[in-house]
T-cell receptor, first 113, second 113 residues
């Protein structure tokens, strides 16, 4: 069974630029999560999807971050415009359901200069 | 507001000996706890979990102990092996929002041959 796929693996941009990350969850997993992990901290949930609907985006900075999950499969997370403090690893995870084990992708490491 | 704390950023242990990782939490509503393991350039992988109705859960070489009165849990790895060298994250959630995991900052374990 293929794991959670994410791309790109690394991204370097300048502040005020835009960036997008892509995630392909494990086949059959209805629930998808985006986390932000700042250096030296644990992952922090940004947004959770159940199929193509948003369940929880309470910790998503909506003035600059947006996410979508078209057709309930792949998802993209966008930052526009980026700030220096957005430098982090962005992890995507998926699970069969909301109370099931979450499986994480390798993450995208973002550096904002 | 860090509700889950791992106060030891690193731990070094000799192969064959016991590794003990500690985790403290402040939110008394947490009733489900997990440990995740992370290798470099990979996403976290689920290791073991415990519900608040138990005080111990065992899976092979890994045992998690929960002390609800002290709001403390620990992960024991016996015996430690070189492949156990990784970052270990403690996470907690409330049953009603099982998906919403609060992570600690992680403990880096190095197993010496």
């Amino acid at each position: 069974e293929a794991g959670v796929a994410q791309s790109p693996r690394y991204k370097i941009i300048e502040k005020r630029q835009s960036v997008a990350f892509w995630c392909n969850p494990i086949s059959g997993h209805a629930t998808l999560y985006w986390y932000q992990q700042i250096l030296g901290q644990g992952p922090k949930l940004l947004i959770q999807f159940q199929n193509n609907g948003v369940v929880d985006d309470s910790q998503l900075p909506k003035d600059r971050f947006s996410a979508e999950r078209l057709k309930g499969v792949d998802s993209t997370l966008k930052i526009q415009p980026a700030k220096l403090e957005d430098s982090a690893v962005y992890l995507c995870a998926s699970s069969r359901g909301q109370v099931e084990t979450q499986y994480f992708g390798p993450g995208t490491r973002l550096l904002v200069l | 507001d860090q509700q889950v704390k791992q106060n030891s950023p690193s731990l070094s242990v000799q192969e064959g000996r016991i590794s003990i990782l500690n985790c403290d939490y402040t939110n008394s509503m947490f009733d489900y706890f997990l440990w995740y393991k992370k290798y470099p350039a990979e996403g976290p992988t689920f290791l073991i979990s415990i519900s608040s109705i138990k005080d111990k859960n065992e899976d092979g070489r890994f045992t998690v102990f929960l002390n609800k009165s002290a709001k403390h849990l620990s992960l024991h790895i016996v015996p430690s092996q070189p492949g156990d060298s990784a970052v270990y994250f403690c996470a907690a959630s409330v049953s009603l929002n099982r998906y919403k995991l609060s992570f600690g900052a992680g403990t880096t374990v190095t197993v010496r041959a």
